[in-house]
């Protein structure tokens, strides 16, 4: 089953605000991802995140790799319509093996 | 298109029948995942491959799943005997690289059992 808490299930948001979503684990992973993926299709690699205490920016979107390598957050600025969609962390015990994502953030952008 | 590619896109079967899924990977990526994914909730990992070997298989994949990378390329899912439960999305990835943990995509194959 999941090991990750992936918090908020869902967020209602004005087009121009800033989101941010996080992520907990009970177990220490030494890669955090966060995909984001749209109906019907698969995810698609937002970030990653390879170092504790490793902040990351990808335009607007901004993740970091918690200190205790239990958790990890992602933060969207400025947010528009096509942001909305179902975001998910995922963290890696060792380099390529497998993926324990979170249960999802849904995102609604209201123009 | 280099992206992961999964093939079919849709699949209606009735129950009972036996469907197979396949997978072809990002050009030069050795190591090739299956995940599932039902409605609400995130992937699940199945199993995966580094080149032709299968390293690791989930609980999750019961004795009617089989799966094969036969040449290090590309990648087949079968699921013998379908239940209405293995009505999901599933998802192929692959990765290139042994020190960074990225994973890429496809798709998804959307399977429905009725």
């Known amino acids: 089953g999941q090991q990750l808490n992936q918090s908020p299930q869902s967020m209602f948001i004005q087009e121009g605000e800033d989101v941010s979503m996080n992520c907990t684990s009970s177990?220490?992973?030494?890669?955090w991802l966060w995909y984001k993926q749209d109906p019907g299709e698969g995810p698609v690699l937002l970030i990653a995140?390879?170092?504790?205490?490793e902040l990351t920016s990808n335009g607007r979107l901004t993740a970091q790799f918690g200190i205790t390598r239990k958790d990890s957050f992602l933060n969207i600025s400025a947010s528009i319509p096509s942001d909305v969609g179902i975001y998910f962390c995922?963290?890696?015990?060792?380099?390529?093996?497998?993926?324990?994502f979170g249960e999802g953030t849904q995102l609604t952008v209201n123009p | 298109d280099t992206g992961v590619s999964q093939d079919p896109r849709h699949k209606i079967t009735k129950r009972g029948q036996n469907v197979t899924f396949r997978c072809d990977p990002i050009?030069?990526?050795?190591?090739l995942y299956w995940y599932r994914q039902t409605l609400g909730q995130g992937p699940e990992f199945l199993t995966y491959?580094?080149?032709?070997?299968?390293?690791?298989k989930s609980r999750l994949l019961s004795d009617r799943f089989s799966a094969e990378r036969p040449k290090g390329s590309f990648s087949t899912l079968e699921i013998q005997r379908t239940e209405q439960g293995d009505s999901a999305m599933y998802l192929c990835?692959?990765?290139?690289?042994?020190?960074?943990?990225?994973?890429?995509f496809g798709q998804g194959t959307r399977l429905t059992v009725v």
């Open positions: 990835a692959s990765s290139k690289h042994r020190d960074r943990g990225e994973a890429f």
């Open positions: 177990s220490i992973f030494n890669t």
């Open positions: 995140l390879y170092k504790a205490g």
């Open positions: 995922a963290g890696q015990i060792d380099s390529g093996s497998r993926l324990t």
């Open positions: 050009s030069e990526h050795n190591r």
């Open positions: 491959f580094q080149n032709e070997a299968q390293l690791e």
